[in-house]
């Protein structure tokens, strides 16, 4: 019996394969040769054993896309009552995988003069292609301050998409904005004129969100909340989707009474029967948009109201003066000093 290893590969990612093969008899076996016959992908480097001399080496193969490693166990006689064990080693190449199966076919036959049953075996190996993509925030969080001279202005949600798509993974993001609180709309999102991707508004989300709540919070995920989706099909390299969105003045002052915080949410889908994802920590990714009320005061009213009372005071002060004859002794001294100055 034989094991494989990996069981699975992942092209572009598997790069080595390795199969171990135990043989066992009770009589002596002549000419001992096991064929093995494998997707072309696989280059043969070394086989090894430590009990027995083996050698092998690649043959024609019937199948244009298969090939053939023939294997000659020690040559001519493997000793009665023998346990053997083979190492075969192969790297597998980086090139497209044709099929979504690989199949790797043992056959192990001697000379013998009594026929005896060969040994069979057949490995069936999944294949997927490997995918290197990451969706990210351009911009985590922005803040905006509302206050009663505010009026409706433009957002900018922008999410980075970077990718590296050998294999040509048919990749899917998909933008959720939530549009709508309590049946009164807080954004009109479109795509921006300078997106380069080929985004267009989608009914439905391929991957569902994560159901959680936050108190003042936003989202697609909260109750009594209307969400618009956007769907951007195969990114064949890195790039931007921006989408850009309309806050809705009158509504927002009218829901938000200290902050809230509203949450775009994107997330990245493949066929994951075809490909296998490098990371899948870089799947998803947020961008919110903070909106705090700020009070504004009038400080008119408040600047003539302290004019008026510094003066209501001077005035108060210069009668004060005058009672106490202040203004009197002053003119007298005035004068007393003139007098002595003519002396």
Same mark, same amino acid.
């Given at each position: 019996m034989s094991t494989l290893s990996p069981a699975n590969w992942i092209v572009g990612s598997t790069a080595n394969v390795t199969m171990d093969m135990r043989l066992s008899n009770k009589a002596a076996s002549y000419f001992t040769t096991m064929d093995i016959s494998h997707p072309d992908n696989l280059d043969f480097k070394f086989v090894r054993s430590e009990t027995v001399d083996v050698q092998c080496n690649t043959e024609p193969a019937t199948i244009s896309s298969l090939s053939l490693l023939r294997c000659l166990i020690a040559h001519p006689i493997l000793k009665s009552k023998s /346990?053997?064990?083979?190492?075969?080693?192969?790297?597998?190449? %980086?090139?497209?995988?044709?099929?979504?199966?690989?199949?790797?076919?043992?056959?192990?036959?001697?000379? @013998?003069?009594?026929?005896?049953?060969?040994?069979?075996?057949?490995?069936?190996?999944?294949?997927?292609?490997?995918?290197?993509?990451?969706?990210?925030?351009? %911009?985590?969080?922005?803040?905006?301050?509302?206050?009663?001279?505010? /009026?409706?202005?433009?957002?900018?949600?922008?999410?980075?998409? #970077?990718?590296?798509?050998?294999?040509?993974?048919?990749?899917?993001?998909?933008? /959720?904005?939530?549009?709508?609180?309590?049946?009164l709309y807080i954004l009109e999102p479109k795509m921006a004129e300078n997106s380069s991707l080929n985004c267009y508004k989608s009914n439905s989300i391929a991957n569902p969100i994560p159901k959680e709540e936050f108190k003042n919070q936003w989202g697609c995920d909260v109750k009594g909340?209307?969400?618009?989706?956007?769907?951007?099909?195969?990114?064949?390299?890195?790039?931007?989707?921006?989408?850009?969105?309309?806050?809705?003045?009158?509504?927002? %002052? %009218?829901?938000?009474?200290?902050?809230?915080?509203?949450?775009?949410?994107?997330?990245?889908?493949?066929?994951?029967?075809?490909?296998?994802?490098?990371?899948?920590?870089?799947? @998803?990714? #947020?961008?919110?948009?903070?909106?705090?009320k700020v009070l504004m005061f009038n400080t008119i009213p408040v600047v003539i109201g302290g004019l008026v009372v510094g003066l209501f005071l001077l005035i108060v002060l210069v009668f004060i003066l005058y009672k106490c004859g202040f203004f009197k002794r002053n003119y007298k001294y005035k004068i007393e000093l003139e007098e002595e100055t003519e002396k």
């Amino acid at each position: 019996m034989s094991t494989l290893s990996p069981a699975n590969w992942i092209v572009g990612s598997t790069a080595n394969v390795t199969m171990d093969m135990r043989l066992s008899n009770k009589a002596a076996s002549y000419f001992t040769t096991m064929d093995i016959s494998h997707p072309d992908n696989l280059d043969f480097k070394f086989v090894r054993s430590e009990t027995v001399d083996v050698q092998c080496n690649t043959e024609p193969a019937t199948i244009s896309s298969l090939s053939l490693l023939r294997c000659l166990i020690a040559h001519p006689i493997l000793k009665s009552k023998s /346990s053997i064990t083979v190492s075969i080693f192969w790297s597998l190449r %980086q090139t497209e995988f044709k099929g979504k199966k690989a199949f790797i076919n043992i056959n192990v036959t001697n000379k @013998n003069e009594a026929k005896e049953a060969a040994v069979q075996q057949t490995h069936e190996i999944f294949v997927k292609h490997s995918v290197n993509v990451a969706l990210s925030p351009r %911009q985590q969080n922005k803040v905006i301050l509302i206050n009663n001279d505010w /009026s409706n202005q433009d957002v900018h949600l922008q999410f980075l998409v #970077t990718m590296g798509n050998r294999y040509n993974a048919e990749v899917n993001v998909t933008i /959720s904005i939530p549009v709508k609180i309590k049946g009164l709309y807080i954004l009109e999102p479109k795509m921006a004129e300078n997106s380069s991707l080929n985004c267009y508004k989608s009914n439905s989300i391929a991957n569902p969100i994560p159901k959680e709540e936050f108190k003042n919070q936003w989202g697609c995920d909260v109750k009594g909340c209307e969400c618009q989706h956007f769907s951007c099909p195969f990114i064949p390299s890195s790039g931007e989707i921006t989408v850009k969105a309309r806050l809705s003045w009158a509504n927002i %002052q %009218q829901l938000v009474k200290h902050h809230a915080q509203i949450v775009a949410f994107g997330v990245i889908t493949f066929d994951e029967d075809l490909y296998q994802a490098t990371s899948s920590d870089l799947h @998803n990714a #947020t961008v919110s948009v903070s909106i705090v009320k700020v009070l504004m005061f009038n400080t008119i009213p408040v600047v003539i109201g302290g004019l008026v009372v510094g003066l209501f005071l001077l005035i108060v002060l210069v009668f004060i003066l005058y009672k106490c004859g202040f203004f009197k002794r002053n003119y007298k001294y005035k004068i007393e000093l003139e007098e002595e100055t003519e002396k």
